[in-house]
């Protein structure tokens, strides 16, 4: 009997911060209650990092840069798990909290007969709720001419750039809640949605994916979310102030340390925000008797960082623990918890073992595979995971930017090689004596190990590129010039 299936994504959600995982902050209380009858892995990987490196591999089951650097998405002939279950009769539907890199420009609506990724800006409540005065900030005419004037100041410069942070946290108003200054629509107005699908979705199994961004940067989380981890109340002028200062740019992280604090207090808040509004879609399913025959499965696109490495966020400049270890909690009708292996568990293989638990078979074209029989046996799951990102892309709609130099990591349960193509250097670490990746070991040990991931490496990029699928490259590669040269016209 085929089973219905929902997947939540929460971006930037690190496992750390997951209370299932071990975090002492109170965060994910239902979702903890939820892994007692749940599969919670412990060394879930992200095969990518940031967004753009990760989504294809949960929905597609493939490397983020199997199509080349240059394809970013989903390709217009590629299987995805939305795909294949419509294919198989399923309603799907996917609501997307306004991430731009989850939309129909990359491809992520195939499969989805009901797809809204909130990025029009009346879309929903909280999508785009900034007035007038705060979009325009600190984008004064005479504010850009300061920012000219500052290159040629100095030793100067560091005085004149606190001066002007201070100048442009004065002068640009101060919003009435935080609702007015959040970025993305908050997990209720997403639940919201697929509550109401879900009512429509009649008596057919069904997919429904959603994607949250309330961990995500800048943090404004719902006043309800900081009361629920008993933290004090941040008002709007406060909130704005500590985003401004944590995106600085002209610091050194020592400068950073001093905020980090209540930074983790507004992240742990917008995490606190999802498990409320997961409880509330989960009551849904229940109340419409939908639950027993439900897969649902819950994991992060990458994680985030908060200074361990002296950065912030998670841009594509390293493959740290805190940006690809994410948590993973399956609940399969039926089954309860049980002990699972510390062997690293790919989100290559998401896709394939969903559509297992579901009772569907996966395409020959995923490259991850079903993973179902070792989650019943506690059995390993892989030798390895690799994941990958490009250097330093930050802005990858513009595709001169997607040709960098790769970062590739090959995970092992206790070894952890990072190779750096831009610079050539290589970084092995021991992660059970050293779990946060301080201090590389020395490039003359562990020689047999070093040999042992160099080579996982060099498969991984032989096979990347000769079993490329070079009609859906070339297909990727045509929608691409299409929307350049529709925008080139707009």
Known sequence: MQRSIVLVTVDCLRADHVGFMGYERPTTPFLDSLAKESFTIPTALAAGAPTYYSLPVILASRFPL??????????????????????????????????????????????????????AVDSAKGADNKSDAVRQGCASRVNQLLRKVRPSMGALGPFYDELYFRYCEKVTPIPESLDDLRCYPAADVIVDHARDWLLSAGNKPFFLWLHLMDPHSPYYPKDAALSMLSQASFTPGRARYLNSFWNRSDLQPSKFERHRREILALYDAGIRWVDEQIKRLIGSLRSSNRWDDCVFALTADHGEE?????????????????????????????????????????????????????????????????????????????????????????????????????????????????????????????????????????????????????????????????????????????????????????
């Open 306 to 490: 908060f200074l361990e490495h002296g950065g912030r966020y998670h841009p594509p400049s390293n493959l740290f623990e805190e940006l690809i270890h994410v948590p993973l909690l399956v609940r399969l009708p039926g089954v309860q918890n049980r002990q699972q292996h510390k062997s690293p568990f790919s989100l290559m293989h998401l896709a394939p073992t969903l559509l297992g638990a579901a009772c569907v078979p996966a395409p020959a074209g995923f490259q991850g595979r079903g993973l179902m029989g070792e989650m019943l046996r506690g059995a390993p799951f892989d030798d390895v995971a690799i994941s990958e990102c490009v250097d330093g892309c930050t802005n990858p709609f513009h595709a001169e930017n997607r040709m960098g130099p790769r970062i590739l990591t090959v995970r092992e349960s206790r070894y952890k090689l990072v190779i750096h193509f831009r610079s050539g250097v290589e970084e092995l670490y021991d992660l059970e004596s050293d779990p946060g990746e301080r201090s590389a070991l020395p490039p003359q040990t562990e020689r047999a190990v070093r040999r042992r991931l160099l080579a996982v490496a060099r498969e991984h990029l032989h096979r990347s590129v000769q079993e490329r699928d070079d009609k859906m490259r070339l297909h990727a590669r045509l929608r691409d010039i299409q929307l350049d040269a529709a925008r080139g016209r707009a």
């Open 66 to 119: 199997a199509m080349g650097r240059d394809i970013l998405g989903v390709g217009p002939l590629e299987p995805t798990l939305a795909s294949v279950l419509k294919n198989e009769g399923y309603s799907t539907a996917a609501f997307g909290a306004g991430n731009p890199y989850l939309s129909a420009r990359f491809g992520y609506q195939q499969g989805f007969e009901t797809f809204r990724d909130f990025l």
